[in-house]
């Protein structure tokens, strides 16, 4: 990889928090809290770490909400012999599709989820930038398909007026609430998706540019003064 020494400067400096890989491309991406920063979209790249953000907040509350139900649970039940009972429903109906969906999100743009890059890394630059832009497909079609299905589903959940059977344990709140919860995520996740793809097919055919692996700083600045030294 070619870095250039405004970049190497730029990690070493204050400014920088990581140095982050572009596969294929001479430039760099800046590592952030919610995504990537690159030089040559950021406008779209602040579109994409906002939704991003976003979803994580919504994630990570979902989850701090399921923790703190969970030992309330624990405490009321065995000291008071009084458990809650509706947070069973809260956590399964809302809190644990917030935390999924929305949390999909977020791993996607921040390249958390796992991946094997056996095959792909086996591939020439074309060939990475066709499998790139097979997967962006296959994740749009995936998020367009829970969109749809997301929506109709919530749609009738809505024009029934759907609910909890009045005496049970769940919370009486219309079903469309927490149905819109998926669809939403989706509708989310195809605007971050979107861009890539689109930035996919505007971008020379001749290598992927939005496979954003994080790198070891140290290592990169290292390689990228070595490369420097050898030029001269």
Known sequence: MNIAKNDVARVSGETSP????????PGTAIETTTGFRTH???????????????CAVLAGAALVAITVLTVAEVVVRNLFDSPLGWNVGLVEQYLMMAMAFFG?????????????????????????KALTLL??????FGLAWLLVAGID?????????EQPVPG??????????????MPLAALLG????????????????????????????PTEVDAA????????
């Not at 990581?18 to 491309?25: A, E, I, P, Y």
């Not at 049970?168 to 919860?181: N, Q, Y």
Request: hydrophobic share 40%; glycine share 8%.
């Open 168 to 181: 049970s344990a769940d919370l009486p709140w219309p079903t469309w609430w927490w149905k819109s919860i």
């Open 153 to 161: 589903s919530a749609a009738f959940a809505f024009q029934t007026q």
């Open 135 to 140: 997967g962006e497909l296959v994740i749009v």
């Open 18 to 25: 990581t140095l982050v890989r572009v596969n294929g491309q």
């Open 190 to 217: 195809l605007v971050i998706v979107g861009i890539d793809l689109y930035r996919e097919l505007i971008s020379p055919w001749n290598a992927p540019c939005t496979d954003y692996t994080p790198s070891d700083v």
């Open 40 to 54: 040559d979209h950021p406008r779209l790249d602040r579109v994409q770490n906002a939704v991003s953000g976003i």
């Open 104 to 128: 999909l999100v977020t791993a996607y743009r921040t390249g958390s989820h796992i991946a094997v890059s056996t095959l792909y890394g086996r591939l020439p630059a074309m060939g990475q």
């Open 225 to 232: 003064i070595a490369e420097g030294g050898h030029s001269r």
